[in-house]
T-cell receptor
């Protein structure tokens, strides 16, 4: 089955700096890669996703890049703000798997003013 | 729309007791999922239901049973709770014919003593 590794486990950044989280996956059949943000005491919420026919996707200060050959994908957050502090999870899935996602272990991001 | 709701929010059980976690969604989604979240391990899939009337095992099904009561509701049952089942449980739903975004409930924090 799919195995997703996520690094780093914790990330401290100064407000205004960029943050990068990296994930690798093992199953070449995976073609859907979402990123979820989890705030304290809440359920995860999708912030951006990418499919394997696209190499990069941006949404305001957030971007995701995908390298299918190397089987890794990354989340980039620019101009970080205190409200970006949260746990971020990457995940991977084949699109025909009834939505089953394999999650990474998560990255605790702390943005200090 | 309430989205995905879960009850209860908190529960403490003694070893050997049983309980059912309830989940409901009002988004007309066809697929529903149960995850458990443990520190440093991300979200792990317990069971899922691809559509009304079907259920299937995920990564960590032992000690759990599920029921897809109707399209809206998906319950998780612990027949004989064990301390290893102390965790935060999340229910999620998605429309697998659409964008594949999973919508998560607020979670149930379960402690087994």
């Amino acid at each position: 089955g799919e195995n997703v590794e996520q690094h780093p486990s914790t990330l401290s950044v100064q407000e205004g700096d960029s943050a990068v989280i990296k994930c690798t996956y093992s199953d070449s059949a995976s073609n859907y890669f979402p990123w979820y943000k989890q705030e304290l005491g809440k359920g995860p919420q999708l912030i951006i996703d990418i499919r394997s026919n696209v190499g990069e996707k941006k949404d305001q200060r957030i971007a995701v890049t995908l390298n299918k050959t190397a089987k890794h994908f990354s989340l980039h957050i620019t101009e970080t703000q205190p409200e970006d502090s949260a746990v971020y999870f990457c995940a991977a899935s084949p699109l025909d798997s009834w939505g089953k996602l394999q999650f990474g272990a998560g990255t605790q991001v702390v943005v200090t003013p | 729309n309430a989205g995905v709701t879960q009850t209860p929010k908190f529960q403490v059980l003694k070893t050997g007791q049983s309980m059912t976690l309830q989940c409901a969604q009002d988004m007309n989604h066809n697929s529903m999922y149960w995850y458990r979240q443990d520190p440093g391990m991300g979200l792990r899939l317990i069971y899922y239901s691809a559509s009304e009337g079907t259920t299937d095992k995920g990564e960590v099904p032992n000690g759990y049973n599920v029921s897809r009561l109707n399209k809206r509701e998906f319950s998780l049952r612990l027949e004989s709770a064990a301390p290893s089942q102390t965790s935060v449980y999340f229910c999620a739903s998605t429309f697998t014919g659409g964008g594949y975004e999973q919508y998560f409930g607020p979670g149930t924090r379960l402690t087994v003593t």
